[in-house]
């Protein structure tokens, strides 16, 4: 399959829709993105990566980090982390207080940012630093060692946490973190803030089409934890909108308010779009409409 081709085609279809949305206003530093930016990448099974747009310039993943930390948390304790979260669409905005203290504290899945608190609460017991060993994994599979938090995200994503932290403190009002709350919050606002591009970012999630496999070959996570991995991201992963996005493309993803959305396509590769304009759900208007587009054309899903 001419997989440049396909690119360059969803490139020229959803031009239109590029810089159409609006941008994350919940962080400052995002809003000062150029809305007419737009990147596309494809990263095969077996390590080729194709592109198209502004595909090797870094943006801020946000919750795409989310994905990678789930991860690594599943690794080390697939069961510790289910006891304390759970694997259902939540319905509600990602940020939602309401729906935690209904739920008693338990958060509905692991991608809304109470879920995505408790998994980086046990990945912090496990690993020490949560948002370091997320950087060491993402460094390692996109082969790109220079991959950082940005400061001036990480800065002004502390300073207007507000909502993370009611949510960390409602959580370990019901028992739900082991770790400091300031602890906690730090790890989970470096994840988010770290920056790649749709080039590195497609390439180190290549072990989720591969069952696991990392890029040297080693075992990430067992073929069942990568499905279950794969069937949260596809019911879960794109806000209260999962739904729409699974009868549009069909494809497990996870978005991330940075404007960036990570697909899979299970034993033929990862999808990595950006486009800073975001619909009212919180994911990229472009990404949506590519990747839609590229369903189409290439007949791809897991339906």
């Known amino acids: 399959m001419d997989y440049q081709n396909i690119l360059d085609t969803v490139h020229a279809t959803v031009a239109p829709l590029i810089g159409c949305g609006r941008r994350a206003e919940c962080i400052p530093a995002l809003t000062n993105v150029d809305p007419s930016r737009f990147g596309l990448a494809l990263a095969t099974v077996d390590g080729a990566v194709y592109g198209v747009g502004d595909w090797l ?48 504290g338990v958060p509905r ?27 060491e994994l993402l460094r390692a599979e996109s082969g790109n060692p220079t991959v950082c938090a940005d400061p001036d ?17 409602l959580l370990a009002s019901y028992g739900n973190l082991v770790n400091p709350i300031d602890t906690v919050l730090d790890q989970y606002t470096a994840q988010c803030a770290i920056a790649m591009s749709c080039r590195d970012l497609a390439s180190a999630a290549g072990f989720l089409p591969r069952h696991g496999l990392r890029a040297d070959g080693s075992q990430l996570l ?11 991201m596809l019911t879960c992963g794109t806000y209260d909108n999962a739904g729409e996005f699974a009868y549009r493309v069909g ?22 779009v950006w486009g800073p304009g975001l619909d009212q759900c919180g994911n990229s208007c472009a990404g949506l409409a590519a990747l839609d587009a590229f369903t189409t054309q290439t007949g791809w899903s897991v339906f």
């Open 109 to 135: 899945n692991p991608f809304i940012n109470a879920g995505a608190l408790v998994v980086v609460d046990r990945l912090a017991t496990l690993a020490g630093d949560a948002s370091a060993a997320v950087l």
């Open 222 to 232: 067992s073929r069942s934890d990568t499905k279950r991995l794969n069937a949260t």
């Open 153 to 169: 995200v990480v800065k002004s994503e502390a300073a207007h946490g507000h909502r993370n932290a009611a949510l960390a403190h």
């Open 251 to 272: 494809l497990p993803a996870k978005s991330g308010i940075g404007g960036g959305i990570l697909a899979v396509v299970p034993n033929r590769c990862t999808v990595a």
């Open 57 to 104: 310039t870094p943006f801020s993943i946000q919750s795409v980090s989310k994905v990678f930390s789930l991860a690594l948390a599943l690794s080390r304790d697939a069961e510790g982390v289910w006891q304390r979260v759970g694997r259902e669409p939540s319905g509600s905005p990602y940020n939602s207080l309401q729906q935690l203290e209904h739920d008693r």
